[in-house]
């Protein structure tokens, strides 16, 4: 398969993939700006050629990206990444993180512990940042040891972040959410 890219339609807006001979080189959240999504991926990728419609093997990928991101369950730990265009240390971070199931999450520190580099947490943090496969690598699922955000890169940044964990009706913290709410109350019925 040659280097190529696409984008589609989301529930959280126009996200792309590009891929090449060994899979996904990149996936992308939505940009904010019209048009700003597709030169992001031509400055990325710019050897990749835009492919309309996709290859089958990537039009199933944005198939289960979309279910995902309309409150579907699939982790996405099967799809083919091109981990040469990544560090060494980014990669066991990246592998550590796509094990977090839709709907859990772990923090900075715990990635780093599962290093067995308890005091990797800021990198761990960094190479999040520099995650070229966002929802793929779902480096929304981390948070920072107190249940906050932390830090998101992606265009929209918090945001987008908060948006994708609500989809998946992630619990952030101990405090019970409307979801919870909603399943455990069941309302009386007549006697």
Same mark, same amino acid.
């Given at each position: ?15 792309? $993939? /590009?891929? *090449?001979?060994?899979? &996904?080189?990149?996936?992308? +959240? ?9 030169? =992001? ?27 995902? $991101? /309309?409150? *579907?369950?699939?982790? &996405?730990?099967?799809?083919? +990444? ?9 990669? =066991? ?34 190479? &999040? ?63």
């Amino acid at each position: 398969m040659e280097q190529g890219f696409a984008l589609f339609e989301t529930p959280i807006g126009l996200c792309g $993939l /590009a891929w *090449g001979e060994q899979g &996904l080189v990149g996936a992308q +959240l939505p940009e904010t700006a019209p048009g700003a999504a597709w030169a =992001r991926l031509r400055r990325r990728y710019p050897d990749a050629i835009e492919s309309s419609p996709p290859p089958p093997a990537i039009q199933r990928v944005i198939e289960r990206v979309n279910d995902l $991101l /309309a409150g *579907g369950r699939d982790d &996405l730990t099967d799809i083919d +990444l091109d981990f040469s265009v990544v560090s060494p240390f980014n990669r =066991r971070v990246y592998e550590i993180a796509r094990a977090i199931p839709p709907g859990e999450i772990l923090t900075y520190g715990q990635i780093a512990k599962a290093m067995d580099d308890p005091g990797a947490a800021r990198a761990v943090g960094k190479a &999040l940042g520099e995650n070229p496969w966002p929802i793929i690598i779902p480096c929304h699922r981390v948070l920072g040891a107190d249940g906050k955000a932390g830090g998101f890169s992606s265009p929209g940044g918090l945001q987008t972040k908060a948006k994708m964990l609500t989809i998946e009706r992630a619990r952030t913290n101990e405090v019970p959410t409307l979801f919870d709410l909603e399943f455990s109350v069941a309302p009386k019925r007549g006697r």
